[in-house]
């Protein structure tokens, strides 16, 4: 090998040298604990819930619960009266009463000597948690190699999930070395050195969920050295050796490295932190870190943790802010300071922050968020497009790495997710937001998402998605991507019960229908379907009862709390339902044209036609794959 005594190697070649020599850690070398003892953890496979969260009708607001219709016509004018046999007084979550679907906030309530007055009338399921509303049972809750944060942690155990399968720790051995260290606590004299680097460098490597184990301080001895870094070696996964790096008389540590396995690169071109050594003894990583503390800490930093992260998938965060523009409104109140959860988007060079729900029960925006927007006090907040600063929770690399996916929902996406992070050594990650096909749209016509999941039909041509795209695209914008065909169709409770034989049994007295937002596809087929049946939305008790994922409609359906919902098979077997088949559509991705040829959007074309994908396409059910990944138009 070629001399590399303290040259200066600049930092990403000295990355390019050193990374590839080490894989990373499979999965199988894996074990099953409890989540009380998984904080900081990996996930060593995908984890899915096993429960609705809430899984049963909630009361969100302290108030009254009573049948909406009993509150039409109330105005400041003609105040409607109710009487106590009319409604039932509840506490926020609270289930709803028997036969009401609307609560009235307290505040709202007009209270008399027998009776109680409303000023304004109740809408349908207002103020109620919806069984699911936060997430359903069979939704992915974490992708492989996750990291188990507080958040992941409590979403996991309101899911019904209790232990979890995680990836084995690393063993990281510190060796202290050199004659004017001392253990710390000594009497010191002249020309001595309290060993506390171990303890410093040792606390950081715990944070990023390591098991740290410190040797004796180990004399200038090349002999004493060797045969430590030696035993290191040969029982951890790591070995940090600390001082000894520099090119002093006594400073052994490439020898001892030499002369037991390789020396990659000795010299960094950074400062502080120069003199560093990266060698190997077998497949174990041997590294020399400078005897300065802050030298130690930058080759932490900038070598240690990207091995770290390469070799065992540690999610190991760097703490930056980063400017980005925002993609709504936000209102704030100018009684507090307030944190807004965000996920980021980075298209076309520029960062998108899309706020998510500030819901106190939406315990999963821990799991989607990237970052904090904090509102100071005396802001009243933001309007879309103001740039603002944005505390991250997660390394800017990786969310630069992300392929932001908004639009449709279908279970497809989480299983996508999964595939591209279980990819060896994989940098690119998917996320995914559910605002139905036309929110899709939006989003990549506002620079927000790279791609969407659209499944637009149009009434005049009977064609999916291409027409939809060129009434609200120009040439050249975005490139349509052929995906695949599924069914959908009445997902019924098992054995249907309400002996329902299609849509139009949907208008019979007593059935309870529950929808899909507006804009969603699923939303489109209904209506288009509706309407040549000669049925009116009015007709349809639960039309406006909205969900925004097919699993959260099949939720509702499971739980007895609706008789039918329009969705997909693969929803419906999740939850064990019966299914009525209705249409078979073809659900497409929408990719913009300028993120068209990234590695992100091309690692996912890729997974798309993987036999592995057809696999889990064909487990989930409802399925058809024709010419997947086919452009359907050209940019």
């Known amino acids: 090998m070629e001399q590399t005594y303290l040259k200066n190697t600049p930092l990403q070649e000295a990355l390019n040298i050193y990374l590839p020599v080490f894989g990373t850690q499979p999965t199988a070398a894996a074990e099953q604990i409890p989540v009380t003892q998984a904080a900081g953890r990996i996930t060593a496979e995908a984890l899915y ?72 009338p109740a809408t349908p ?66 020309g001595q050195i309290a060993e506390f680097n171990s303890t410093l460098f040792g606390s950081l490597l715990k944070t990023w969920g390591a098991l740290v184990e410190t040797t004796a301080i180990i004399p200038d001895r090349l002999d004493a050295l060797r045969q430590a870094v030696q035993a290191a070696a040969a029982r951890s996964d790591l070995v940090l050796v600390l001082a000894g790096s520099s090119a002093g008389r006594d400073d052994y540590t490439t020898q001892a490295i030499t002369s037991l396995g390789d020396v990659f690169c000795h010299g960094l071109a950074i400062r502080p932190g120069k ?49 980005a523009h925002l993609s709504r409104r936000l209102i704030s109140s100018l009684k507090y300071q307030e944190y807004i959860r965000v996920r980021l988007s980075r298209v076309n060079g520029r960062y998108a ?189 639960g039309y406006t009862r909205e969900e925004l994922t097919h699993t959260a409609v099949a939720a509702q359906i499971k739980s007895g709390s609706a008789d039918a919902g329009l969705g997909i098979l693969a929803a419906a077997r999740i939850f064990g339902l019966d299914f009525i088949p209705v249409a078979e559509e073809r659900y497409d991705f929408l990719i913009l044209a300028s993120a068209f040829e990234t590695p992100a959007v091309q690692r996912f074309l890729a997974i798309l036609r993987s036999p592995a994908f057809r696999d889990r396409l064909d487990r989930l059910g409802g399925y058809r794959i024709d010419q997947i990944g086919r452009v359907l138009n050209h940019a």
């Open 125 to 190: 399921w207002q103020h109620i948690r919806q069984i699911g509303e936060d997430f359903s049972a069979g939704d992915m809750l974490l992708p492989s190699y996750s990291p188990l944060t507080p958040g992941a942690l409590g979403t996991l155990v309101a899911g019904g999930v209790l232990t979890v399968p995680v990836l084995r720790q690393p063993t990281v051995t510190l060796i202290p070395t050199g004659d004017e260290i001392v253990a710390p606590g000594s009497d010191l004299q002249p």
């Open 49 to 120: 819930a096993r429960l609705n969260v809430p899984h049963y009708l909630s009361c969100a607001m302290d108030g009254i619960a009573l049948l909406a219709s009993d509150t039409f016509g109330a105005s400041d004018l003609e105040p409607v009266a109710l009487t106590c046999d009319q409604y039932t007084v509840v506490d926020t979550g609270d289930p709803l009463p028997d036969g009401c679907d609307a609560v009235v906030m307290v505040e709202e309530i007009i209270h008399r000597d027998d009776h109680i007055q409303l000023l304004a």
């Open 353 to 541: 922050a899309i706020p998510l729900e500030r819901g106190a029960g939406l315990v999963s925006s821990f799991l989607k968020a990237d970052g904090w927007l904090v509102v100071p006090q005396d802001c009243e907040g933001y309007e879309s497009g103001d740039t603002v600063e944005i505390q991250l929770l997660r390394p800017l690399s990786a969310i630069a790495q992300t392929l932001s996916v908004i639009g449709s929902h279908d279970p497809l996406l989480d299983e996508c997710m999964d595939l591209l992070a279980r990819e060896p050594a994989s940098t690119i990650e998917l996320k995914s937001s559910h605002v139905g096909s036309f929110g899709g749209l939006l989003a990549l016509r506002r620079g927000e998402a790279h791609l969407a999941g659209i499944h637009l039909l149009d009434e005049a041509s009977g064609e999916y998605n291409v027409p939809a795209v060129a009434k609200n695209f120009q040439p050249g914008e975005v490139v349509l991507v052929e995906g695949v065909y599924r069914q959908q169709g009445l997902m019924v409770a098992a054995g249907n019960p309400a002996r329902l034989s299609g849509l139009a049994d949907l208008a019979r007295l007593g059935i309870r229908y529950v929808n899909r937002q507006k804009g969603a596809g699923t939303r489109l087929l209904l209506d288009y379907q509706l309407r040549q049946l000669g049925l009116e939305p009015n007709q349809i008790n």
């Open 275 to 323: 003199p560093a050594i990266l060698g190997r003894i077998g497949s174990v990583p041997v590294i020399g870190l400078p005897g300065y503390p802050v030298s130690g800490l930058v080759v932490l930093e900038e070598i240690v943790a990207p091995l770290l992260r390469q070799i065992f998938r540690l999610e190991i965060p760097v703490r930056p802010t980063v400017s």
